[in-house]
């Protein structure tokens, strides 16, 4: 019995080993190349703070303003990430029909994801080094019998791999 | 200027009072009534915690399951709620496409909603004493340029006024 589940009655039979999440963030994908301008609105309307921001160059001659991989924005305790959405291939948009992915940080992703997939949820293709998604570690990806997509991956990473035209 | 935006470059002429959230929880809406079944696979796959649950009574002779309007999990330190889309005509839900909706709990409901007009997000309706949504007190809902829907809402009610069929 997983030892963070308190209620334990909806086990469906998943793996016993402890998962430990550090950090739950909501990474909400915008029209590439919006996500900026979302950044400035939410400052605007809810006073939002930005406290971290990854942006890579511009990854094809036709794309004239650096894509914004992520921005980690805070709104009273809570952090969201804004993102473009990247027509990199290794990007979560690929597989996001909502706009929204909850990104989940933890130190071992395979667990997680194992975890995960047991209790029913369907995995996204293999766990890879993640970047163009919320973070620039080990990620791998989740949809759950709801729809909601949750990207498991380790702690944000603050750099982003460059890659020019 | 807000003294809670900390980058002034963005203001767009949004209203200098200061308003001040004190939560920020993403609520999901699944298909009614698998609410329930959504809060044991959260906390089976990811190890969530209930924290709160709001059930309402049916208020239909034809539904058989009592509607969640609401269960707040835990997965770290971060809320969310879980909500049956419901066909009550104060559901949030009614302007949700996406399936989810971010709650901005604040005490000023009034001027954290005008601020965010001011800054170019859309009033979805009056301002109005919430049920069927996230929060049961006074609740306002904004659509941003970006498509996301904010509910802003005086904080977190436990109770629920059951209305029978």
């Given at each position: 019995?997983?030892?963070?589940?308190?209620?334990?009655?909806?086990?469906?039979?998943?793996?016993?080993?402890?998962?430990?999440?550090?950090?739950?963030?909501?990474?909400?994908?915008?029209?590439?190349?919006?996500a900026n301008d979302?950044v400035?609105?939410?400052?605007?309307?809810?006073?939002?703070?930005?406290?971290?921001?990854?942006?890579?160059?511009?990854?094809?001659?036709?794309?004239?303003?650096?894509?914004l991989?992520?921005?980690?924005?805070?709104?009273?305790?809570?952090?969201?990430?804004?993102?473009?959405?990247?027509?990199?291939?290794?990007?979560?948009?690929?597989?996001?029909?909502?706009?929204?992915?909850?990104?989940?940080?933890?130190?071992?992703?395979?667990?997680?994801?194992?975890?995960?997939?047991?209790?029913?949820?369907?995995?996204?293709?293999?766990?890879?080094?993640?970047?163009?998604?919320?973070?620039?570690?080990?990620?791998?990806?989740?949809?759950?019998?709801?729809?909601?997509?949750?990207?498991?991956?380790?702690?944000?990473?603050?750099?982003?791999?460059?890659?020019?035209?």
């Open positions: 019995m997983a030892t963070e589940v308190t209620n334990g009655v909806d086990h469906n039979g998943a793996e016993n080993k402890t998962v430990t999440f550090t950090a739950v963030k909501p990474q909400l994908f915008v029209e590439a190349s919006k979302a400035s609105f939410y400052k605007s309307a809810f006073g939002a703070e930005e406290v971290n921001r990854v942006t890579c160059s511009k990854r094809k001659a036709d794309q004239e303003v650096p894509l991989l992520s921005a980690e924005i805070k709104l009273g305790d809570t952090s969201i990430i804004v993102s473009d959405v990247s027509d990199d291939s290794n990007a979560s948009v690929k597989t996001v029909s909502s706009g929204l992915v909850f990104c989940l940080e933890t130190d071992d992703v395979e667990a997680a994801v194992e975890k995960a997939v047991k209790a029913g949820a369907v995995a996204d293709g293999e766990i890879s080094e993640g970047e163009g998604t919320c973070c620039g570690g080990r990620v791998g990806k989740v949809t759950d019998p709801y729809g909601v997509v949750w990207a498991i991956c380790t702690p944000t990473a603050k750099k982003c791999a460059n890659v020019e035209a």
